[in-house]
């Protein structure tokens, strides 16, 4: 037996040359390229979803609401939604699609009314904390003119802000807030 190759053995198992080997492995390379040029295509795919934010409709609440005023609503703007943003826990009543400048009214007993904004919100470019007047910043929705007057007065006091981050310094505004106003504003040097 000492001539004899064993089952399992080296020499049982047949020889490929490197032609053979080649063909054997291409498929498996043929699946990891396809492999990664779909991860590739996926990533840019996300993305390109995760970078354009969502658009935003802003509409008015008043009422018996908590937090009432302008309040930015994204994706597919409702009764409720509006609520929700305004502090309204659990809105009750049927939910209704809304349209930029339009305004809910929340009366005591909770019945919702809607109506037209007397004035529509320009919405458009953000508004620069560095440069804006408090008037320019009181039409920020969400932004009330005391903490508007506080933006102004932290920037003629310590100078310009260098990120949206330093709002919070400003009494009023805190990081819940912060987050809402983000759309909004910008800093410009």
Same mark, same amino acid.
């Given at each position: ?9 080296? %020499?049982?198992?047949?020889? &490929?040359?490197? !032609? ?11 699946? @990891? #390229? @396809? +492999?990664? @040029? ?17 658009? +935003? ?24 939604? !509006? ?7 659990? =809105? ?10 339009? *305004?809910?009214? +929340?009366?005591?007993?909770? !019945? ?13 470019? =953000? #508004?620069? @904390?560095?440069? %804006?007047?408090?008037?320019?910043? !009181?039409?920020? =929705?969400? +932004? *009330? ?7 102004? %007065? ?6 310009? &802000? ?12 805190? =990081? ?7 759309? &909004?504003?910008?800093? *410009?040097?």
């Amino acid at each position: 037996m000492s001539g004899e190759a064993t089952a399992g053995s080296p %020499a049982d198992r047949p020889r &490929f040359g490197r !032609a053979e080997r080649a063909a054997q492995t291409r498929p498996l390379w043929l699946m @990891i #390229v @396809i +492999l990664l @040029i779909t991860t590739g295509a996926l990533a840019a795919w996300n993305h390109r979803q995760q970078a354009a934010p969502p658009p +935003l409709t802003v509409v008015e609440v008043r009422g018996e609401v908590p937090s009432p005023g302008h309040h930015a609503l994204s994706g597919a703007p409702s009764v409720h939604g !509006a609520l929700r943003a305004a502090g309204v826990t659990t =809105p009750g009543g049927p939910d209704a699609a809304l349209e930029a400048g339009t *305004r809910v009214v +929340l009366e005591p007993g909770g !019945a919702v009314r809607l109506e037209r904004m007397d004035e529509l919100v320009v919405v458009g470019l =953000p #508004v620069d @904390i560095n440069h %804006a007047s408090v008037e320019a910043l !009181a039409t920020v =929705p969400g +932004l *009330r003119r005391p903490v508007a007057e506080g933006i102004v %007065a932290r920037r003629t006091e310590l100078g310009p &802000f260098t990120d949206l981050s330093e709002l919070v310094e400003v009494k009023g505004i805190g =990081p819940a807030t912060l987050k809402d106003l983000r759309p &909004f504003l910008e800093v *410009r040097p």
